[in-house]
């Protein structure tokens, strides 16, 4: 499958009802408390009685750390032993939060499990003590702080070096206040899927303004996350277009380079402000400028993220 095909699937929840309804009521003999349970499915040790946390989670690359297909190709299929242990994690309780987490090398295809953020040796993580539910919820203050990412998230791509640089570190605005908000029914915070892959996600990373200039179309963007933009997965680019009827469209691509490709890595720094100029030819004609969004190389203009656009 094509990244391409595989970024629209991704999307979609698939089988998800049928499973869930499959497993809610997990198997009667197992009488392990919840937190024990690391090598059922998340479903099954934790979906049945957390529905909308599980469809969330369901939804996000977490879920699909294993099973992606550009984690798949880029590590051989997980032959690649050094890339195995994030992809599929044990809990990062258990190994600390200065190195990466230990390799669960069982139940894979649940890639970042419930257990593997949650897992404690006698509960689960949780914001309160209940003292009476039946997965053993314990207050780890730990949980919701930016260290509890560390582990995974730093290692590989130095997302708290960008991190630790930023406006939102210096306010102690944390990576859950991004990617994981309160929900608006008020009853806790979104698992979902809030990256590269949503688009109204996406949105929120930059503020921009343009004008026509004597000559010129000016662009000022601004970085608005707590990294770089485009942030950590390597395939996604922002592409910035202006296209002008009879002229040559102009264009800007920012990304990371690939390993090994001698290209600088132009991406928005951390609260970076950068200012762009199309110069115009002459004549009255008003140009269309674009700021597009691409979860996927060489995807199509057309079914790139709209981030922004203005005629001037
Ligand atoms: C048999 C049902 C059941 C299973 C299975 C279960 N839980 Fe729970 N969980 C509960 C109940 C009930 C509560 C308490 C909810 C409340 O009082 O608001 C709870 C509370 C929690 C909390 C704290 C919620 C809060 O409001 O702060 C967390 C975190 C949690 N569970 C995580 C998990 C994880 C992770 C798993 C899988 C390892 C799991 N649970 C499995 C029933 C379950
Ligand atoms: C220390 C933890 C860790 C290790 C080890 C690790 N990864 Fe990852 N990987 C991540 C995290 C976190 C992400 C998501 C954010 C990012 O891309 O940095 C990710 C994302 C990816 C993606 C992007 C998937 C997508 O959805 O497009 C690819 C490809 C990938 N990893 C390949 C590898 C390869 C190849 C190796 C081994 C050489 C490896 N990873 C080892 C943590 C890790
Ligand atoms: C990437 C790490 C991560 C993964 C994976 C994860 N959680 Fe959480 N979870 C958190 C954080 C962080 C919080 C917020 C804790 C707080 O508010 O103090 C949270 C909160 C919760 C809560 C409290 C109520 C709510 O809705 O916010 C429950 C219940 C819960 N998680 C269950 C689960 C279940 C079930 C899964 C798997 C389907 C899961 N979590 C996967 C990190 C994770
Ligand atoms: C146990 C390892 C682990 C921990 C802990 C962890 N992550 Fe991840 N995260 C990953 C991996 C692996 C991926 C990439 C999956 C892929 O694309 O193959 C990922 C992907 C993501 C993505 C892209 C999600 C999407 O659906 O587009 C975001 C955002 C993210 N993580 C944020 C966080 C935040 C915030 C925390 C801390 C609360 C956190 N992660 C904790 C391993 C982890
Ligand atoms: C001020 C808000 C903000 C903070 C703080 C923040 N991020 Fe982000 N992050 C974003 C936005 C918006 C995006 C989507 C645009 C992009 O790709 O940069 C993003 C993108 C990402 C991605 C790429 C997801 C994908 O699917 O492409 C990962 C992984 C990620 N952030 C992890 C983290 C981690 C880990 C932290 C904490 C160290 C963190 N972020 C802090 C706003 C934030």
Request: glycine share 8%; aromatic share 8%.
């Amino acid at each position: 499958m094509s990244p391409l095909l595989h970024g629209r699937t991704a999307l979609c929840g698939g089988l998800l009802l049928s499973s869930l309804a499959a497993f809610q009521d997990s198997s009667p003999e197992d009488t392990r408390p919840p937190h024990e349970r690391i090598d059922l499915p998340s479903i099954a040790a934790c979906g049945g009685c957390h529905e909308k946390v599980f469809r969330e989670w369901a939804e996000s690359l977490h879920s699909r750390a294993w099973t992606n297909e550009n984690a798949r190709v880029a590590t051989r299929d997980f032959q690649k032993k050094s890339c195995r242990p994030c992809h599929s994690p044990r809990s990062v309780f258990e190994t600390g939060f200065d190195r990466a987490p230990a390799y669960r090398d069982f139940n894979q295809r649940d890639g970042v499990h419930c257990l593997s953020c949650h897992g404690l040796d006698d509960g689960v993580a949780a914001a309160r003590t209940i003292p009476d539910a039946p997965c053993r919820p314990r207050r780890e203050p730990r949980l919701i702080q930016a260290e509890h990412c560390y582990p995974c998230h730093e290692p590989t791509h130095g997302a708290f070096a960008e991190y630790r640089t930023s406006d939102a570190f210096a306010l102690g605005v944390r990576c859950v206040d991004c990617h994981m908000q309160p929900r608006p029914e008020g009853d806790g915070r979104s698992h979902g899927s809030h990256g590269g892959l949503n688009p109204d996600f996406v949105r929120r990373a930059i503020a921009w303004e343009a004008e026509r200039t004597d000559g010129a179309i000016e662009l000022r963007v601004r970085n608005r996350t707590g990294h770089r933009f485009p942030g950590e997965i390597p395939s996604r680019a922002f592409l910035i277009r202006m296209d002008l009827p009879g002229h040559e469209t102009q264009s800007v691509l920012l990304r990371k380079p690939f390993r090994g490709e001698k290209r600088e890595d132009n991406r928005l720094r951390p609260d970076e402000e950068r200012t762009f100029q199309f110069p115009l030819p002459r004549g009255g004609e008003s140009a269309r400028l674009r700021l597009l969004f691409q979860p996927f190389p060489l995807l199509p203009v057309e079914e790139s993220f709209l981030l922004g656009e203005k005629t001037l």
